[in-house]
């Protein structure tokens, strides 16, 4: 709470002198005084008494009474006179002491008086400060006024600050270089502003150049903002009045990332030329317009075996050529122009003029000469103007020598019945036969410089058998393959292709030599082989069956493969043995008669069905076809035929002999009634409940129609569902009430998959009264449900109302004290879980009670409701905001930063400060704490967040302080 506004009253430091014990001890004093004046007149009478008697005699009884009488006088004068003694002293001790401590007061009393004044010397000084600030803030806008119309039109950012840090003016340009606001960025730290809070070494070097060293500093600053990377080229400079003096700092920004990136790109291009140049077989030399040589790359070197080193700024072109050669090229251009060329200079630039590849000789390092065709360009820049020359050139040593290779090859192929192709290294043909022309039908020149089988391979040719001759080719290996190609009039022939390298003396493929032979009529042939053998392969696999041969003695001489399938055995293993050693014995007899007179009769073993015994004892049940060949002289010699497994087939057919005799049984037991008709609506079977209920003997009714077992009006509905599940082929129900029994029956009808449809139905007279009577009591449940649901939404309102009651602050209806604890708590469990960043604000009402005292309580509960409408508008979900108490919220931001976090509360900040309050101006004070690992509660946490409050308000109010700072300030 700030009691700034209330006055100070002084109390003294020494409490005011009381002089009760002072008057107490002259009392006393003026009493004994008394006693001693009596005593002293009884005595005085006493003598005058004495003086008497000596006067009128001693016989006189005058001097006896007198003499009695002063004892007493004499003894109490005594007494008094020694009480009077004690009493003086202690009152002379009182005097004393009183006498040291007045003495004490007034030397106190001197300190509190200095101390006044001491303190009336401070007002002074801080009025002065107040005026003196009053003037420098006129002078800062003054100054800020001056900046805005020096900066705020340029095109580069630009702020001031002081020696502290912190800024004070902020252009709009800075603003969209740093992507900081200047709201956020005005009387904050500059660490804050240029994003170097994780640091602050960045800030230090700015501060110590500027205010310590009186220096200029400039560098890039690289950072991140709104997910995207950028670097501001930053310079900084001591702001210095006339007389030289440092009164602050100035800084400029100019965003610099597209530069940068520029330049990165640039450089890379250049690597990247660089790299092309070196990586190219050709020998690239450049030079300046005097023909000194300024550049080559690697395969120069090669060729010339000269460093670069060696020639570049040392070197001339002619260098690298023979005298006598320059010389019969200039003698050649004379001839050509009629022009006297006087120097190497003219020569390159009458080349240069007319850039085509000629042949040249290069002069090496080891004064040997090498082949190579060269060209020669001139190099201007935009303005026509010549920069030098660049030639490039190859070495054409094995070139030549292949052109003659290929010379020889030619003629030796040419003379060739064979079609025969020769490729370059590459693969491109360059040379072909005149029996390639026949083969082919394509002539020479239509297929120079092509690749040979791409332009006149078959459509359906496999891209693998392709691809595999491209690889060979590609590969400069030998490889022999067939091909389907096509000729030009879009016949085609199957061709036997051989490939083979031909190598040069450097052991590298200087050609390739394809030879072809026509073999269209003996692929042919094969195919139609191939054709007939797969075609009757596919028909035996589709069918299932497996092939099988006996010899005369009924021996297997060949089973095919998927007699494995049947039996387990391989073809291999059953060669040799009789078909009968896998057939059960009880049917052995029956198979040799069969065969027998399949033999005497000439006739096929058809749909034979043996149960056979496989290799793991498995049973398996065959179908076995089977017809006898004999051989020229009409002598048996076995049998050939196929066995099929029905194995699956069989059990089948068995189950479903199990299961017609197990539904049998069920339809006849069951209460249902149940019948079947055939798509003729007659009766196909029905059990005995159904007769039962029709009334008639089976014998009766199997094959006739339903129809006349029903009546009209029963009949009519129940044909109709009997049409409608044979055209859907879905099951469906129907209930039907037959009048003339009066009596309900349920029919539920099921289609059958030879056109007729199956019925079961069962008598529900005693289910429909249950049901009619179960309908009214649903009824009557159903309304009480309604009145139930009716009061349990209201409880549940009433409940919502009462959870909100206890979770709501009821002056400002923000979240109590209360919720704020527990949503913390909470919060903090899943930061530590999740990692997710959280934060508390702590905020302060600034003079509050000042506020109550000048307006009333009235007033300052409407200002406490303004804080939190303002508070409810910027504070959005995830964020809470929650009444802490009295004139204190509090604020947890989820899944922020402490840079983010401090945004946030400055936002708040300016929201109330921008507010058109009555009576006067509202702010408040923030304070702002983050939760990490170092935090060990939640009361920790509060607590940070409420030290930097404090801070914020001893630094002047209405501002954001962050605890991590006050920590970086210790």
Request: proline fraction near 3%; include cysteine.
């Amino acid at each position: 709470m700030d009691n700034s506004g209330d006055s100070i009253s002084r109390k003294p430091i020494i409490p005011p002198v009381e002089p009760e014990n002072i008057q107490t001890t002259e009392s006393k004093k003026v009493g004994h005084l008394a006693s001693l004046r009596l005593c002293a007149a009884g005595l005085v009478i006493s003598l005058l008494t004495i003086i008497g008697s000596l006067i009128l005699g001693s016989k006189s009884a005058v001097p006896i009474i007198a003499t009695i009488a002063l004892v007493p006088i004499f003894s109490y004068i005594y007494t008094l006179v020694n009480k009077s003694l004690q009493a003086a002293a202690q009152s002379e001790s009182r005097l004393q002491e009183l006498i040291a401590e007045n003495a004490d007061l007034i030397e106190r009393s001197a300190e509190f008086q200095q101390q006044n004044a001491e303190h009336e010397e401070q007002e002074t000084e801080l009025r002065e400060a107040l005026e003196l600030a009053e003037i420098q803030k006129a002078m800062q806008e003054h100054a800020s006024r001056r900046f805005q119309s020096l900066f705020e039109g340029l095109p580069i950012g630009a702020t001031t600050f002081d020696n502290e840090g912190t800024i004070f003016e902020w252009n709009q340009k800075m603003t969209e270089v740093m992507d900081v606001p200047a709201h956020f960025a005005i009387l904050h730290p500059l660490a804050n502003a240029i994003h170097s809070e994780d640091n602050p070494e960045v800030v230090l070097n700015i501060l110590d150049s500027i205010f310590v060293k009186g220096e200029m500093i400039a560098f890039n600053h690289t950072f991140t903002s709104k997910d995207k990377k950028k670097t501001i080229a930053l310079k900084f400079f001591p702001l210095r009045n006339k007389e030289g003096a440092i009164l602050g700092g100035i800084g400029c920004g100019i965003d610099v990332t597209e530069e940068l990136e520029t330049q990165l790109q640039i450089a890379a291009m250049a690597e990247l030329q660089r790299a092309v140049l070196d990586s190219t077989e050709y020998a690239i030399i450049w030079s300046n317009p005097q023909c000194e040589v300024i550049g080559m790359n690697r395969a120069a070197e090669e060729i010339l075996g000269f460093p670069a080193e060696e020639c570049i700024n040392k070197k001339s072109l002619a260098d690298f050529h023979l005298p006598t050669e320059i010389f019969l090229r200039n003698v050649e251009l004379e001839a050509q122009t009629g022009e006297k060329i006087d120097s190497d200079i003219e020569l390159f630039q009458y080349l240069s003029q007319n850039p085509t590849e000629s042949e040249w000789q290069y002069l090496k390092a080891d004064d040997t000469v090498v082949d190579v065709g060269m060209s020669i360009s001139a190099l201007t820049n935009s303005h026509g103007e010549l920069t030098g020359f660049l030639t490039v050139a190859k070495d054409i040593t094995e070139q030549k020598a292949n052109a003659e290779r290929l010379k020889m090859l030619s003629m030796v192929a040419k003379e060739s019945m064979n079609s025969v192709a020769i490729l370059d290294a590459s693969g491109h043909v360059i040379f072909t036969n005149p029996a390639f022309a026949r083969l082919t039908l394509f002539d020479s020149d239509s297929v120079i410089g092509k690749t040979p089988f791409e332009f006149r391979t078959s459509s359906d040719t496999s891209s693998e058998t392709l691809s595999e001759i491209k690889e060979i080719i590609r590969k400069q290996s030998s490889g022999r393959t067939e091909l389907r190609l096509i000729r030009p009039d879009e016949s085609e022939y199957w061709s036997s292709i051989t490939i083979s390298p031909v190598k040069g003396e450097s052991g590298f493929c200087t050609h390739i030599v394809i030879i072809e032979d026509d073999i269209t009529e003996k692929k042919q042939t094969q195919l139609l082989v191939e054709e007939s053998e797969s075609r009757f392969r596919d028909v035996v696999e589709a069918a299932g069956e497996y092939i099988w041969e006996v010899d005369a003695d009924f021996r297997f001489t060949y089973a095919s493969h998927k007699i494995a399938q049947v039996l387990g055995y391989a073809p291999e293993d059953v060669l040799g043995h009789s078909p009968l050693d896998f057939v059960n014995k009880d049917q052995v007899k029956e198979v040799q008669n069969l065969i027998a007179s399949s033999v005497l009769d000439r006739e096929p073993v058809t749909n034979l069905i043996l149960r056979t015994t496989g290799k793991w004892g498995q049973q398996v049940w065959q179908k076995f076809n089977a017809v006898p060949f004999f051989d020229s002289q009409n002598e048996l010699k076995g049998f050939r035929g196929t066995g099929l497994d029905i194995t699956d087939q069989k059990v089948a057919e068995d189950a479903l002999d199990a299961a017609n005799t197990r539904v049998k049984n069920i339809l006849e037991s069951i209460n249902d009634s149940f019948y079947s008709l055939n798509p003729f609506n007659q009766f196909t079977y029905i059990n005995q409940s159904a007769l039962n209920t029709i009334g008639c003997q089976l014998g009766e009714i199997i094959g006739t129609d339903i129809e006349a077992s029903h009546s009209e009006a029963h009949w009519q509905p129940l044909l109709q569902i009997l049409n409608e599940v044979r055209q859907s082929g879905e099951a469906d129900s129907i209930e039907l009430f037959n009048a003339s029994k009066a009596e309900w029956y349920d029919y539920r009808v099921y289609p059958n998959q030879d056109g007729g449809v199956s019925v079961f139905f069962q008598n529900i007279t005693d289910r429909k009264a249950i049901q009619k009577q179960l309908e009214t009591q649903m009824a009557e449940i159903n309304e009480a449900n309604v009145q139930l649901e009716i009061q349990q939404y209201k409880l549940e309102e009433a409940n919502l109302k009462l959870l909100n009651l206890a979770s709501t602050d009821g002056l400002t209806g923000l979240k109590n004290h209360k919720t704020f604890q527990e949503f913390l708590s909470d919060k903090m469990e899943m930061s530590t879980m999740t990692g997710i960043p959280i934060g508390v604000i702590l905020m302060d009402v600034d003079k509050f009670k000042s506020f109550n005292d000048d307006f009333g309580h009235l007033a300052g509960d409407e200002v406490l409701k303004g804080v939190a409408r303002t508070l409810q508008q910027c504070i959005t979900e995830p964020h809470f905001v929650a009444r802490y108490g009295g004139e204190e919220f509090v604020i947890v931001g989820v899944g922020l930063d402490k840079t983010d976090m401090y945004y946030l509360a400055d936002e708040c900040r300016i929201a109330l400060e921008d507010q058109d309050w009555p009576n006067r101006q509202v702010t408040a004070s923030f304070g702002v704490a983050m939760f990490n690992s170092d935090v060990p509660d939640k009361a920790t946490l509060i607590d940070r967040a409420d030290q930097a409050l404090y801070a914020s308000k001893e630094a002047g109010r209405n501002r954001v302080t962050q605890y991590e700072n006050l920590k970086k300030a210790a």
